[in-house]
């Protein structure tokens, strides 16, 4: 059944709240907008602050090294891409380039394949997608926390610490590592979603090197920029650490990626000829075997988008599909039966189960 409808007072009753203003998040709310839901964001910090400006970009479809599980949604995803830029730069007016075009894999055995695959930069895409939400009737509310969600008759009502109410059909919870911490304060639902903090460099492109290519190994990748204010730099990364939300840089972190990045390029050894540009730690959405959470949750009118690790920019188009066709009721395009909310429920790791 669908819980699409026109709403007849978007101020106080919008058809669909979606938790989180991400990449994914707001990437939900503009495919929801063009099917002509009146839509709500609530975020509790900055939009597009967090996970989604961290990323190298990279749209890493046929990535060896990611669970085969992935491979229909990232490749829906993928070829959704030049659509959801074309739709982003007819709001906004800003266009976001494809940085490259192709990725040099290292597999274990010392050999090398070349992929045809984009990557592109999130410090553009997260200006752009937010200018062109703006320019919708999509009502985002930053610094905004949620006291309660209850179950209505019309589907759910969310009551903001402000004391203001939202009377709404449902309610998507997309907000990366901390929707986890959202749902239980929220429902004490255990949620299998943690925080996975990676690391990540950019420096200068060492003069002789030419890069524009990704190189990526099962422990490094190297991003080249090669287009926009980041030209002529590369991002080198990233750690894999179960911290917490611990942002911590360290410098020997960051030399270790150095060292590993030289093992595939050895221009990158000499921080004097590819000296450091900036540092950053970042928090991907990790479930325990790694695959995202998209579907409804037992409790009326409740929805979960999250979990994508490390794949959240690549998949966030086929994300939004996905969860709008839910919504309307349909079966959505891709088979999502292996990222059920409620795979984990028989180990203990979370208490939400899919409606059937």
Not at 5 to 33: F, K, M, Q, R, Y
Not at 328 to 352: C, L, N, Q, W, Y
Request: glycine letters at 8%; a negative charge; hydrophobic letters at 45%.
């Amino acid at each position: 059944m669908s819980v699409l409808s026109s709403s007849s007072n978007l101020d106080l009753a919008p058809d669909i709240v979606v938790v989180g203003a991400g990449l994914i998040g707001l990437a939900i709310a503009l495919e929801l907008h063009d099917r002509g839901a009146a839509v709500t964001v609530i975020e509790h910090g900055r939009s597009l602050s967090e996970a989604s400006t961290a990323a190298a970009g990279m749209l890493a479809v046929e990535d060896p090294y990611n669970r085969p599980e992935l491979r229909l949604l990232s490749r829906l995803s993928a070829e959704r891409y030049p659509t959801f830029l074309r739709r982003i730069e007819e709001l906004s007016g800003i266009a976001v380039p494809f940085q490259t075009e192709a990725t040099v894999q290292y597999l274990a055995d010392g050999a090398t394949m070349r992929l045809a695959e984009h990557s592109l930069d999130p410090r553009q895409l997260a200006p752009a997608l937010l200018a062109a939400v703006k320019t919708t009737s999509i009502r985002l509310l930053e610094e905004t926390r949620i006291a309660t969600v209850e179950e209505a008759t019309h589907g759910v009502d969310i009551r903001l610490t402000s004391a203001v109410v939202i009377a709404s059909r449902a309610i998507i919870y997309a907000a990366g590592a901390w929707t986890a911490e959202v749902m239980a304060g929220l429902h004490g639902d255990a949620v299998a979603i943690a925080p996975r903090k990676g690391q990540m460099l950019r420096v200068r492109l060492p003069a002789a090197l030419a890069l524009r290519e990704v190189h990526r190994s099962e422990q490094v990748y190297i991003v080249p920029r090669t287009r926009g204010p980041q030209a002529g730099t590369a991002l080198i990364g990233a750690t894999v650490e179960d911290t917490g939300f611990d942002t911590t840089v360290r410098t020997e972190d960051l030399g270790g990626l150095r060292a590993l990045a030289a093992e595939l390029l050895p221009e990158f050894e000499s921080e004097t000829d590819a000296p450091l540009v900036e540092s950053w730690a970042g928090l991907r959405p990790a479930t325990p075997d790694f695959l995202p959470i998209l579907g409804a949750c037992t409790r009326t009118g409740q929805f979960i988008a999250s979990g994508h690790y490390r794949n959240g920019i690549l998949q966030a188009p086929a994300t939004a599909l996905v969860i709008a066709d839910l919504l309307e009721g349909k079966a959505p395009t891709v088979d999502i039966s292996a990222f059920s909310p409620g795979r984990f429920s028989s180990r203990g790791e979370h208490r939400i189960r899919p409606i059937q």
